[in-house]
DNA sequence: GTGGTCTAGACCACC
DNA sequence: GTGGTCTAGACCACC
């Protein structure tokens, strides 16, 4: 899978990992129990610091995207994805409320918005894990 | 307005104060025209500084929700409010694209998705901009 | 002549009518001796402070604009309009140059920001005090 | 590249740095690419307060001139300019105004007023980025 | 080491 | 009184 690293936003580098990985595994890019690349290479692909990728590994196995094994290195998750309970649903809607506010302030209604938000289900659905 | 800043949070408390006042804006809690209180008081009122405060109203008035008269001080917006052009959706697209990209991993698809945006805007929707 | 004041511009209000009443003389809408409102109506008519408008004149009359009487009030400069000598144009370059630099960066030659130039040349123009 | 802050003027600090770094993008004595100081190094060198540094560097990286990198610093844009659109023609005229104005007024015709203009071309003009 | 954020406190122009 | 600018100094995330 292509990984694009933006060295200007001001997003952090692991943080730009974490996304692009999980998108990986939405779009299918990236299947269950498959081996990802190990930290230092992936960080040499990239030209970026090894603790930079070890933060987004590490990440992503808080949250149950990844698993991390000493010898094998990490892998997606085979096993079950982590469940969309109240805890992800709070912080799916504190992250989206402004988004939606600044939507409103502009003239954007429901209908639109959520047209933006299929299209990206689109984009992803090819494959994806829900496949 | 009742605004709420959290200093132990992550989010910058520019930032914060930003999203409450745009979210303000989209609920109708602020009217276009409405005064906002000074940099001043207002950071005195939140117990913290008022270049934090400023920050946060000179991003606004840059995005073009409120107006600040150098002696008058600021008030919402009172003409018509920054449009939804293709800059602002396509900020919006790469704001939302990692919170769907979770979602799909998680099996949230399309349909639950849109249901917590339209939660969202029928929280902002009673007597806001666009009533 | 019609005198437009933006209050929520950042340009200062009596820079605003400085600027405006030397373009009114450019233009040929205020003729040389012709008289000007008084402190007080001006700053009534528009809606701003006794001691903006009486800034804005003073500046004026110090550049040699406008007279100062103090029993017939304000008049557009009778006589000689003050000339460009070495000191106008080392302003004028020094207040130029950002503009230039700026045009330069983008791309912009010689001949088109000239252009830009001549419009306004032609904007002014029509009746000024050159005609 | 030299850059000459004057504390007595009454143009801000912030103004004056922006304004030396786009000249000296304009002038070539900043290349595309090319890495500036840090904000806490200038701010040293010029000795002034590095949030004054860090404030023109912003507005330089708001305005496309430059980009900043968390952690390696800024640089000049090492890609496409901003470009001349009709917002920088919009903003150019509406500064452009008052000097012409004031040119008219003390009988400076449009060809004396270019030869002012074409005389800072020339100036930055000598391996600049358009050479 | 780098920029980003925040605080505290000062002075200024404007009106 | 209002926002704008500047300083000094601190802590933080990132790498």
Chains 1, 2, 3, 4 share one sequence.
């Not at 936003?9 to 974490?18: A, T």
């Not at 504190?94 to 939507?103: D, F, H, Q, S, T």
Request: hydrophobic letters at 35%; aromatic letters at 6%; a positive charge.
């Amino acid at each position: 899978m292509l990984i694009r690293i933006d060295l200007q936003s001001d997003e952090p580098i692991y943080v730009q990992l974490f996304n692009q990985i999980v998108e990986g595994i939405a779009s299918g890019a990236l299947r269950p129990g498959e081996t990802l690349p190990s930290v230092r290479s992936l960080a040499a692909d990239l030209g970026i610091n090894l603790h930079t990728v070890g933060k987004a590994y590490t990440q992503l196995r808080q949250e149950g995207y990844i698993q991390i094994h000493r010898q094998k290195g990490a892998l997606v998750q085979p096993g079950p994805m982590p469940e969309a309970d109240g805890e992800f649903f709070g912080k799916l809607e504190k992250r989206l409320r402004p988004l939606v506010a600044e939507a409103i302030c502009r003239g954007v209604d429901e209908r639109r918005f959520c047209e933006v938000c299929g299209r990206l289900y689109r984009q992803f659905g090819k494959g994806g894990v829900g496949a």
